[in-house]
């Protein structure tokens, strides 16, 4: 079965803080992972995936399959961070979609 | 293109009614899904579909039923409204899910079972 895991429900940090939300994931085979995110009165949208190794906005994601984690960072919080962060995870040969619970980030200046 | 589309934004049903909620793409996608998003529950799949005429359930699919005749669209019905039903629903779609293509979702819909 595949299971996303998101331990915190709120984050608030400081603007030029470091920013962690955290994701665990359950999954057998090779997982590909995704982090979502919504801003105020905006559309949920794509923020980066584990395949393309890049980083958007400043933030970066690595997939440790160790500790089946994909938690995501960015080194210096923005106040325009501020959103709804979502990790989601898509089995191998899966054809769906599945979400954790969701993060509501915080940046205050 | 208007990307994915959603109609109503709004809706207040009593309980018992039935209603269809809207969801269509202009981007040629294959696959489409709905979602409900909860506070504290994330957003859990209802059902979806990986091209016309094929639909499967998702992990909350009781009380809902969809169809996609076209590529197009992707409607998810209600049979009789609950107050469990009170959510905001986000229709998504994707050119395929597997090879980590994005999933594009529409503004949602927030429905209201009173």
């Known amino acids: 079965a595949q299971r996303v895991t998101q331990p915190e429900k709120l984050l608030s940090v400081f603007k030029g803080a470091p920013v962690e939300l955290k994701c665990n994931y359950s999954y057998s085979g090779s997982p590909e992972l995704f982090w979502y995110v919504q801003y105020s009165r905006q559309r949920l949208q794509l923020l980066l995936r584990?395949?393309s190794r890049e980083s958007i906005k400043g933030f970066t994601a690595d997939l440790n399959k160790g500790e089946t984690s994909f938690h995501l960072k960015k080194p210096f919080a923005q106040e325009e961070d501020s959103a709804m962060y979502y990790c989601a995870l898509s089995g191998q040969g899966a054809q769906k979609l599945v979400f954790g619970q969701g993060t509501r980030l915080t940046i205050n200046p | 293109n208007a990307g994915v589309t959603q109609t109503p934004k709004f809706q207040v049903l009593k309980t018992g009614q039935s209603m269809t909620l809207q969801c269509a793409q202009d981007?040629?996608?294959?696959?489409m899904s709905w979602y409900r998003q909860d506070p504290g529950m994330g957003l859990r799949l209802i059902h979806y579909s990986v091209g016309a005429g094929i639909t499967d359930q998702g992990e909350v699919p009781n009380g809902y039923n969809v169809s996609r005749s076209t590529t197009e669209d992707f409607p998810l019905r209600l049979l009789s409204a609950a107050p469990s039903q009170t959510s905001v629903y986000f229709c998504a779609s994707s050119r395929h899910l597997r090879q980590s293509y994005e999933q594009y979702f529409g503004p949602g819909t927030r429905l209201t079972v009173t």
């Open positions: 584990h395949i």
């Open positions: 981007m040629n996608h294959e696959y």
